[in-house]
């Protein structure tokens, strides 16, 4: 009897552990834009519909908000198909995007880093996969005679090295994705106005999760600096993150609140004993009277 117990108890277990796995109770995306947090419909969020976050650094209140660089920033992140620079990676598929990105320093600015990191928790327990890219491609531009964001004649041309594309790296549940493109970032821009950075991303090889569990999180990560008054770092398209493995959807297990969790294995450990006790039950039955 002991044994069933004992089995009955490590299937419990793993239930748990399944449940409790880290991850938010509903989905969620957020972004953080060089060190200012904004959650999907929260204060920041200039967009109204779910699964697409719209920001503008020089928005009216409460929406507006200083970053740590005192560059001015605006963009949008949001889910979207695989395609286009990921097309050659991912057949299928959803991708985590920012784009429509432009960071101005203004002309009172310090030259100097900015970091953004993008963040959608689809709240699925994926078994198995694993296959996944991101990429980003960028551009230099100067913005002196036009008003913040815009990118259009410019004025001033960059000269060659003046800002940089400092990294760039795209994640699935906390796990780098591998296998960079050379070269690898540090790379800084060209000569000119509207002059692309190198491309980099990475693609998986093999799977990252082949037969285990993981949480279905996707992550992006960039860092840039600009070296003068009017510089841009600019998203024409975007920086993404994708996933092959979430088009068409494998087996899944939603993500459950604490308490739900709690009842859940709690139901399940109590079919699992009642199980027990009814086939040690009918063993007994079976051999009769017994000292032992």
Request: avoid cysteine; charged fraction near 10%; proline fraction near 8%.
């Amino acid at each position: 009897m002991s044994n069933r117990y004992g089995v009955a108890a490590k299937l419990a277990g793993s239930i748990a552990m399944l449940a409790l796995m880290p991850g938010a109770v509903e989905a969620q995306m957020s972004v953080a834009v060089d060190g200012y947090v904004i959650f999907d419909g929260g204060i920041g969020d200039l967009e109204p519909n779910g699964n697409n976050i719209r920001f503008d650094s020089l928005a009216p209140p409460p929406d507006g908000f200083a970053t740590n660089s005192g560059f001015d920033a605006t963009g949008r992140v949001l889910l979207t198909t695989v395609a286009g620079a990921l097309g050659g990676q991912l057949n299928t598929g959803q991708a985590l995007v920012l784009t429509e990105f432009v960071a101005d320093m203004p002309a009172s600015g310090t030259p100097g880093p900015f970091n953004i990191i993008f963040e959608h928790d689809f709240n699925l327990v994926l078994i198995g996969g694993g296959t996944a890219a991101d990429v980003v491609v960028a551009f230099a531009h100067d913005g002196t005679l036009e008003p913040p964001y815009m990118t259009g004649g410019g004025a001033i041309p960059l000269l060659g090295g003046e800002d940089t594309l400092l990294a760039w790296q795209g994640y699935v549940d906390g796990v780098p994705i591998p296998n960079p493109t050379a070269p690898l970032p540090p790379s800084s821009n060209v000569a000119g106005l509207n002059t692309p950075y190198q491309t980099h991303g990475h693609a998986t090889i093999n799977p990252l999760f082949g037969g285990l569990i993981f949480d279905a999180i996707l992550r992006g990560e960039l860092s840039f600096s600009l070296g003068g008054p009017r510089n841009q770092f600019i998203l024409l398209t975007s920086a993404e993150v994708g996933l092959e493995d979430l088009d068409p959807l494998p087996i899944s297990i939603p993500m459950l609140s604490t308490t739900g969790t709690v009842v859940l294995v709690l139901g399940l450990l109590g079919g699992i004993i009642l199980a027990t006790r009814f086939i040690t039950f009918r063993g007994d039955a079976r051999r009769g009277p017994s000292l032992f």
